[in-house]
């Protein structure tokens, strides 16, 4: 249930609001357990950071925690390894004959995407190391961070810039936008908005302003209530196309929505879009993206090396295993459950299954394709084929970043629908259901002060809208008809991750996890 955690149980819990007879059924003493899906669980660099769809599925494919992409850039700055690889002096040479360096990605300190130290270190090290000219294209946040908080990020990073100016770097923004509008779409949903970034950032095209400040307030004044994530693009005077002889380098570290602006860039044969003039750049990631497709060509950071994921273990014991979700979610039960992995270990005991998402905004159809993800699933699962099947129901977390309350609501009940429908597919089949997230999100809809209570506008009293992951724990459920009183969850495991839930799988179909992999949660009497 991507992005459905355990809240607070009040006015900003969507969750707990939420009619969930199906979960309510099913939480019950000796089956289930609140896991850790945040933080230090699932490798990130402290318990400050929130979860995210993508650690989170690469701790439950893989039942092992490894540093993420946080953390591995981190280390990659603070040892200068970073600064020693040959991608980066490449990149440096571009602008050391001449060229621009450009930095394109979302210009926050979510952490989730991006970190705006890593930009402020990059900027740093390249006019240090001689670069004249260096651009930067800001997608614009609203989602990780507060939604209405832009502003903040750019004035920190205008004063970046300035002090580099000061010092003879000819450093400024020279584009941006929403990141839900322009450049970062994920699962080839809308290569519109890719089409949009290559325009805004490549070519320069679109409406222009005098600076990033002055456009995101001229066009937050003229779209009363719009939140940063869905700002138009623009571009900032005098333009700085992308031009032969530059280089490129896209900041954010998580792949799964920096690969198709990768692709635009890198692919000699691309046809998604007419790309009107494609420069001669030198393009890198911060990381790779796509260790299989190996997407990009260079890339700043390597990627943690996840070693024999549950996939891979059940493909080597002969296990047939089912991955579906839709489109949003497709690439979290197949390449991230897979250790960042684009293909089967298996394609004769395998089976991948993408239901295509809707491209309309996901408040405005909260069920999302959560009906036709179970009516496939079941018909699957009747087949008798497959005796492990994964599936992502994305309600929880794609309608909860919308920050629309009421829709995020209809969303989990949509989800406790389906899970009604599975749980009796299951029982007919005498098998047994694990239910668990990700991380949350839908749990905490409004934000907090450090009290923890719930901010509200000063001027009308409403709540002030939460769109990021949450720090909350997540359910974690087994559903098991044969269970008697064979085995429980082990109630000594508190303080357990999402981690954890890969060898309790591996052990309710009948295996010894491998030794080094979380340990599982049951405890067998």
């Not at 008697?484 to 508190?494: K, L």
């Amino acid at each position: 249930m991507d992005g459905v955690g355990r809240g607070a149980g009040d006015e900003a819990d969507a969750v707990a609001i939420a009619a969930t007879p199906t979960l309510d059924r099913l939480w019950v003493p000796g089956a289930r357990a609140e896991l850790r899906a945040h933080g230090t669980a699932v490798g990130l660099p402290s318990d400050d950071d929130m979860g995210n769809s993508e650690v989170g599925h690469n701790a439950l494919g893989a039942g092992k925690i490894y540093a993420q992409g946080a953390l591995l850039v981190n280390r990659a700055i603070q040892s200068k390894k970073l600064f020693e690889g040959k991608a980066w002096h490449a990149v440096v040479e571009r602008g050391l004959r001449g060229g621009t360096i450009h930095f394109c990605g979302l210009v926050s300190d979510g952490n989730v995407h991006s970190h705006l130290e890593h930009l402020e270190a990059m900027l740093a090290a390249a006019a240090r190391a001689g670069a004249k000219q260096l651009r930067v294209h800001a997608l614009l946040d609203g989602r990780d961070v507060p939604p209405v908080s832009a502003h903040v990020y750019v004035e920190r990073l205008e004063r970046t810039l300035a002090d580099l100016r000061a010092h003879g770097c000819d450093a400024r923004i020279a584009s941006g936008g929403g990141r839900m509008v322009i450049t970062m779409d994920r699962y080839e949903a809308d290569w519109h908005m890719v089409e949009r970034g290559w325009h805004t950032h490549v070519l320069a095209e679109g409406r222009r302003f005098a600076s990033a400040l002055e456009a995101i307030a001229v066009l937050r004044g003229e779209h009363h209530g719009i939140i940063d994530q869905d700002l138009p693009p623009f571009v900032v005077e005098p333009p700085s196309p992308v031009v032969d002889g530059d280089a490129f380098v896209l900041f954010n570290f998580r792949g799964d929505r920096a690969i198709e602006i990768s692709r635009a860039f890198d692919d000699d044969d691309f046809d998604k879009f007419a790309r009107v003039r494609r420069p001669d750049v030198f393009f890198a990631g911060m990381m790779e993206y796509d260790g299989d497709l190996h997407i990009p060509r260079h890339y700043l950071v390597d990627p943690p090396e996840i070693e024999r994921p549950m996939g891979e273990v059940l493909a080597q014991s002969g296990v047939s295993q089912l991955a579906i979700s839709e489109t949003q979610k497709y690439g979290h039960v197949t390449y991230f459950w897979n250790g960042n992995r684009s293909g089967m270990f298996d394609d004769k005991l395998e089976r991948y299954i993408e239901i295509p998402s809707d491209r309309v905004p996901f408040d405005q159809r909260p069920w999302m394709k959560a009906a036709e993800i179970t009516d496939r699933l079941i018909a699957e699962l009747r087949t008798g084929v497959h005796r492990f099947a994964r599936v992502n129901y994305a309600n929880g977390d794609m309608v909860g970043h919308t920050g629309a309350f009421d829709a995020t609501v209809v969303a989990v009940e949509a989800l406790d629908l389906q899970l009604a429908r599975l749980l009796k597919a299951v029982d007919e089949l005498h098998g047994i259901l694990v239910i668990t997230a990700d991380h949350g999100n839908a749990d905490e809809m409004f934000q907090r002060d450090k009290h923890g209570r719930v901010q509200r506008e000063k001027a009308t009293g409403r709540p002030v809208v939460k769109t990021s992951h949450t720090l909350n724990p997540v359910p974690f459920l087994i559903h098991d008809p044969a269970r008697g009183d064979r085995y429980e969850i082990d109630p000594d495991r508190r303080g357990a991750g999402i981690g954890n839930v890969t060898a309790t799988c591996l052990e309710l179909l009948g295996y010894v996890p491998p030794a080094d992999m979380e340990p599982s949660l049951l405890r067998f009497k």
